[in-house]
T-cell receptor, first 112, second 117 residues
Framework: SQQGEEDPQALSIQEGENATMNCSYK?????LQWYRQNSGRGLVHLIL?????REKHSGRLRVTLDTSKKSSSLLITASRAADTASYFC????????????FGAGTRLAVHP | EPEVTQTPSHQVTQMGQEVILRCVPI?????FYWYRQILGQKVEFLVS????????KSEIFDDQFSVERPDGSNFTLKIRSTKLEDSAMYFC???????????????FGPGTRLTVL
């Protein structure tokens, strides 16, 4: 798999349920970031987790990072229809100039 | 809240023409980036720019591409002779990157959709 691979590719849930998206990567990282993209629109930064951090929270978002497994997860709790979007993980690779390498994304659909 | 802006939102051009995509990064940011996203595909890194020079570029960023910061606020991406395969959404991003901190939160603009006919 390539750097920054998310799974599942698509996720469909009901409002109020939790949504979990996973991301795996291959090389050492400075940090991992999650972004959201509404259809055809720009990228909105959600959360950054540094390589020495294991868990981070922001509102209804919870991100975990396991550097031994080179994986991260994004949990959205109590989802709302407005959370419908594509979610991307992006890795900031060690030794680089902070270019971000994006995964293919998870398309989340939250049904009312 | 400060944000990255991009103009135009949509650019249609003929193959072989030159296009310039414009970005205004957040004012106190020091690092600037261009990415592109072909429809239905991943967001791909093109180039990073710091201290008035390119710090890193991808294989996509060939001689047809150039970047410039012509004044204190604008950051431009020029494609000299556009090809059909250049059709994509182009995103500009900027980052404060605090000294000594290797973690940079990148703030993205809304994108310019480039259509090459």
């Amino acid at each position: 798999s390539q750097q920054g691979e998310e799974d599942p590719q698509a996720l469909s849930i009901q409002e109020g349920e939790n949504a979990t998206m996973n991301c795996s990567y291959k090389t050492s990282i400075n940090n991992l970031q999650w972004y959201r993209q509404n259809s055809g629109r720009g990228l909105v930064h959600l959360i950054l987790i540094r390589s020495n951090e294991r868990e981070k929270h922001s509102g209804r978002l919870r991100v975990t990072l396991d550097t031994s497994k080179k994986s991260s997860s994004l949990l959205i709790t109590a989802s709302r229809a407005a959370d419908t979007a594509s979610y991307f993980c992006a890795t900031d690779v060690s030794g680089g100039y902070n270019k971000l390498i994006f995964g293919a994304g998870t398309r989340l659909a939250v049904h009312p | 809240e400060p944000e990255v802006t991009q103009t135009p939102s949509h650019q249609v051009t003929q193959m072989g023409q030159e296009v310039i995509l414009r970005c205004v990064p957040i004012s106190n940011h020091l690092y600037f980036y261009w990415y592109r996203q072909i429809l239905g595909q991943k967001v791909e890194f093109l180039v990073s720019f710091y201290n008035n020079e390119i710090s890193e570029k991808s294989e996509i960023f060939d001689d047809q591409f150039s970047v410039e910061r012509p004044d204190g606020s604008n950051f431009t991406l020029k494609i000299r002779s556009t090809k059909l395969e250049d059709s994509a959404m182009y995103f500009c991003a900027s980052s404060p990157r605090l000294q000594g901190d290797f973690s940079n939160e990148q703030f993205f603009g809304p994108g310019t959709r480039l259509t090459v006919l």
